[in-house]
């Protein structure tokens, strides 16, 4: 696929919001929806070694091909120069657009949790439930296929308290209860809402599915990074050069924020790193997160 808009995939794949890539060299393992591909870049054309023609679409879509990030990013630096800083830093990241139902469950599983044994959960969640794939590897199992399940089933998985999580999830989205279709069609405070009635679903894991599988360009997940680098970098809120594209610019904020600010600080418990400002504040209250000022 040519003219890919500038997309490094080790930037893409590997910042914490797909849990199925593996690095092979300069190329890339993955499995999604039950296809098996290795991706790699040449220029600025992605190349899918094990990619059938018929799924271009797939996977035009899958890597949000359709987006035109230079524009986008140029709107971005040009309106603020603090978030210029921040997609400068690392230009290449593009945000997915990943089956649901795995989203819903790796964002479950990461949870006070780190990329590594999130991925090493994941992949044996796949390889215990996963259907077999020619050339080897396994799909990510479906949510029937869990909600027949229960808690004490996936131990395998040394996932603890998460695995009635996933039980919930599976069962909910097997039931009906929680449809795809039907959150793509609401508002996004809607669509969070319904996702927060899964059990163990908070607004970060919420947001993370609005963003990265849903494509609520506007989701805005919030972690410790997030909550810092809001604190530290946009006192004012985030800015309206990013508006509609909210969580895209999150992504560029994330990743400047994990290699620039100092970690390892200690955070009172009664006090939220957060912007001190009250845009700020109500931006943060609107996705559901509790806030309090933050003493300068």
Known sequence: MENCGGMDLAATLDCGQAFRWQADGAAWHGIVENR???????GDALILEGASETDRDFWVHYFALDVDYPALLEKF????????????WNPGIRVLRQPFFE???????????????????????????????EGGGYGFP????????????????????????????????????IDETALRAMPM???????????????????????????FWKAFPMDVWMKKAMCQLFPRGVPVSCRGHEGIA???IFDYARHH????????????????????????AKLGYTVGRIKT
Not at 142 to 162: C, H, K, N, Q, V
């Open 261 to 284: 600010l100092p970690s390892g600080q200690k955070q009172n418990p009664h006090e939220k790193c957060m912007p001190n400002n009250q845009a700020g504040i109500d931006f943060a």
């Open 36 to 42: 098996s591909v290795t991706a790699r870049m040449e």
């Open 250 to 252: 999150q992504q560029f």
């Open 189 to 215: 405070e809607n669509a969070r809402a319904v996702l927060c009635t899964i059990k163990g679903v908070g607004p970060k894991v919420a947001d993370c599915v609005l963003l990265y599988s849903l494509s």
């Open 103 to 133: 989203t819903l469950c790796t964002f479950i599983i990461s949870q006070n949790n780190n990329i590594p044994r999130i991925k090493a959960i994941v992949e044996r969640l796949c390889t215990g439930l996963g259907q077999p794939l």
């Open 77 to 88: 630096c040009s309106g603020n120069k603090r978030l210029a800083e921040c997609v400068r």
């Open 142 to 177: 479906s949510a029937e296929t869990l909600a027949a399940l229960e808690p004490e089933d996936l131990a395998f998985l040394r996932a603890g308290w998460r695995a009635e999580y996933l039980i919930d999830a599976a069962r909910r989205v097997a039931g009906g209860q």
